[in-house]
């Protein structure tokens, strides 16, 4: 096992498909001579060549579009978005056609597009540049999204998200990309679909997401230490496919949940987990399921306010107490 | 099909910054001297109070991005001081310049920058989100291209309202391969509005050259032929002859409701933002030269020195007056309170702020 970044994971999962198949084409603004805006590419265009490492213009629509069309043809493209916020301007591509294209075709043409890039607030850039698409995107049947929290599953789940057949998006973030962690040496996926128990617990579940996993794991650890209490941190991983099944199977355990994400609270993922622990698992709850997202605002620049808005530690924690009490 | 207006090859624009031949078109020649000094005191006002945004920012005061304008002070400067009261401008991110020319105070643009309430948007916008709407100035966009529609939608407000008027929509080299951007001309010359598209030219979108981007290497401004519509190029060293063409463009909105597309050659001394260690794209020689050569401040004060409107010590004197403006701005924002938590909330819905029995909407709007 060797320790690296979350970035370092994410290129070594790009570097080995791209030597696995030929057919994988890595894509996007600056990836290629500048080594990509947050250096997850660097490197490549060396190893590989500009046949396979490509700079585009920032025509979003255009490019991410033709990665569209070339999938639909067998090539496998990497598409780089240097913010998720800036999927906006091809929306028409990544909802429309590569959602749709399988089902209206009567699953005669597939689209196994990969799209990432990071999706995260926290980082003082202001409200067009921190969307958090994964609800809004999962919500179109058709379209897979993986949001990964540690250097391992950004790994696994980018390899697996490169081998499927249909669109995948990856969501990461800018935050995390300095994260280290232990990543094995062989060759290995984290399949789409398969939520993750990050920490044990027995008194409560929280379920997250993303970098609110990484903050919800901080949290537990002030909870055993300070309120004595037993968290179970469940990282969902992928957004869509949900695994539901392990989600139920920690809230029959604890019998409380909390869900966190780092999006706006409104249609947010965690509203789709509550009634799914709602309608399966009613009986089995001993409180309310409770949430902690966003301030439900479009991101504060000042930085000291953004902080406050996301959540953090200290709200998780006093949540957490709210579903205990 | 349009005729394109003066047509000078970029080569041309490749001389070296002397005296402007520019200086007696008559827009520049029936500048007064009190004008000319003027128009000298904002541009060296835009250098200053970037240089003193570096030092915040190393500070650690400001976050997030911080693009810069430094270098390409005469494009805003030579467009903005032919404005009058129709006339309208938006931009992209790199907006600072065109905030301090509209007469936006270097306190507010400031604490902006440093996410305090005083700042323009009251802390919420940031450095790629300035707006000042009293000053016809529509922001400060941080999406690339997304401003172009905009900009030819407040040209079209102007022309509706009937007002003799125009918008300037200003934008980087790598912004005119945004779709948005196509869209936007192709809707200016259809239906006759009065905006001008100001393409600032300043070789690179981020570590992209120019030539690596954009089909057409050398003057995007050409791609108005496409659209129909009328065009220039501009050497954006010389701040007359920014003035010159641009007024040829703005007659043209005003008199006959016509769009132009402007390219304006020019180019920035730091990186893209300043989390771009500007290391590997671009020789450190390329900079000098422009630097040495064809620095827009200096050539202005140059030719003003040379018709005797400046003195040397005038023009220290204005120079470090725009120092200790910026110097006391940094204080300002120093000294300013951030929004407060109640604040994130705040200006999302006209409605939600003006709750009253005028209010028509009914249901939850904001989210717990
Ligand atoms: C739609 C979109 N894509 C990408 C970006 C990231 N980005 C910000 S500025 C920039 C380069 C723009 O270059 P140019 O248009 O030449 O303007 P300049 O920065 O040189 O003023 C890029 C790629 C963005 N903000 N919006
Ligand atoms: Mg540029």
């Not at chain 1, 429309?96 to 890039?117: E, F, K, T, W």
């Amino acid at each position: 096992m060797a320790v690296i970044s979350y970035r370092e994971a994410l290129r070594a999962a790009m570097r080995e498909e791209l030597k696995r198949d030929d057919k994988v084409v890595i894509m996007g603004e600056e990836v290629a001579q500048f080594n990509g805006a947050y250096k997850v590419t660097e490197g490549l265009l060396k190893e590989f060549g500009p046949k396979r490492i490509v700079d585009t213009p920032i025509s979003e629509a255009g490019f991410i579009g033709l990665g569209i069309g070339a999938s639909m043809l067998g090539i496998r493209p990497v598409m780089e978005l240097m913010f998720w916020s800036f999927s906006y301007v091809a929306f028409d591509q990544i909802v429309n056609n590569a959602g749709n294209i399988r089902y209206m075709s009567g699953g005669l043409i597939n689209c196994p597009i990969v799209i990432r890039g990071p999706a995260n607030g926290g980082t003082n850039v202001g409200a067009t540049h921190s969307h958090t698409p994964e609800a809004i995107l999962a919500s179109h049947p058709g379209i897979k999204v993986v949001c990964p929290a540690t250097p391992y599953d950004a790994k696994g789940l980018m390899k697996a998200a490169i081998r499927d057949n249909d669109p995948v998006y990856v969501m990461e973030n800018t935050i995390l990309y300095n994260d280290k962690g232990e990543v094995p040496d062989e060759d290995y996926i984290v399949p789409l679909g398969v939520a993750d128990v990050k920490r044990v617990g027995t008194d409560l579940t929280i379920v997250a997401h993303g970098r609110a996993v990484i903050t919800s794991l901080k949290a537990a650890e002030i909870l055993e230490k300070e309120h004595g209490v037993s968290v179970e941190v469940v990282d969902l991983r992928s957004i869509r496919p949900l695994d539901e099944e392990t989600i139920l199977a920690s809230v029959r355990k604890t019998h409380r949940a909390l869900l966190v994400e780092e999006n706006k609270p409104f249609c947010g993922v965690d509203a789709q987990v509550a009634y799914l622990i709602q309608s399966k698992a009613f009986d089995e709850l001993d409180a309310p399921i409770h949430r902690v997202s966003s301030i439900d605002a479009p991101q504060i620049y000042c930085k000291r306010m953004e902080d406050l808005q996301m959540p953090n530690v200290e709200r998780v924690v006093a949540e957490a107490l709210k579903v205990l009490a | 099909m349009a005729k394109p207006a003066v047509l000078t090859h970029p080569e041309s624009l490749k001389r070296p910054a002397g005296p402007s031949e520019y200086a007696k078109d008559p827009v520049n020649a029936s500048m007064s001297k009190a004008d000319k000094i003027a128009l000298y005191t904002k541009m060296a006002r835009i250098r200053h109070f970037e240089q003193r945004c570096i030092r915040i920012y190393q500070q650690g005061k400001i976050g997030g991005f911080l693009h810069l304008y430094v270098g390409q002070e005469a494009v805003a400067a030579g467009t903005i001081s032919l404005l009058g009261k129709h006339d309208h401008i938006i931009t992209g991110y790199r907006d600072h310049g065109h905030g301090l020319m509209v007469g936006m105070g270097m306190n507010e643009c400031m604490a902006e920058l440093t996410g305090r309430v005083t700042g323009c948007s009251q802390g919420k916008g940031g450095s790629m989100h300035y707006f000042a709407p009293d000053k016809n100035y529509w922001g400060g966009h941080g999406i690339v291209g997304g401003q172009a529609p905009l900009g030819t939608g407040l040209a079209y407000a102007v022309k509706y309202m009937g007002l003799k008027g125009s918008c300037l929509a200003y934008m980087g080299d790598g912004a005119v391969n945004q779709g948005a951007v196509h869209e936007a001309y192709n809707l200016a010359s259809l239906w006759d509005l009065p905006v001008i598209f100001v393409v600032e030219n300043n070789g690179y979108s981020m570590g992209t050259s120019q030539e690596r981007s954009t089909a057409h290497p050398g003057c995007l401004a050409k791609r108005a032929e496409g659209y129909n519509m009328a065009w220039d190029v501009i050497n954006g060293h010389d701040v007359y002859e920014v003035r010159a063409k641009t007024a040829i463009a703005l007659k043209r909105a005003h008199e006959e409701s016509k769009p132009t597309v402007l390219e304006i050659f020019t180019y920035r001394y730091f990186g893209h933002s300043m989390a771009d260690p500007d290391k590997t794209y671009r020789d450190k020689e390329e900079i000098k030269e422009y630097r040495e050569k064809k620095d827009p401040v200096l050539a202005f004060e140059q030719e003003l020195l040379s018709e005797k409107v400046l003195t040397p010590e005038l023009s220290l004197k204005i120079n470090e007056a725009a120092m200790a403006e910026a110097d006391k701005a940094a204080i300002f924002a120093d000294e300013s309170p951030d929004p407060t938590v109640a604040d994130i909330t705040k200006h999302i819905y006209w409605e939600e702020d003006n709750r009253g029995p005028k209010t028509t909407s009914r249901g939850t709007i904001i989210f717990e």
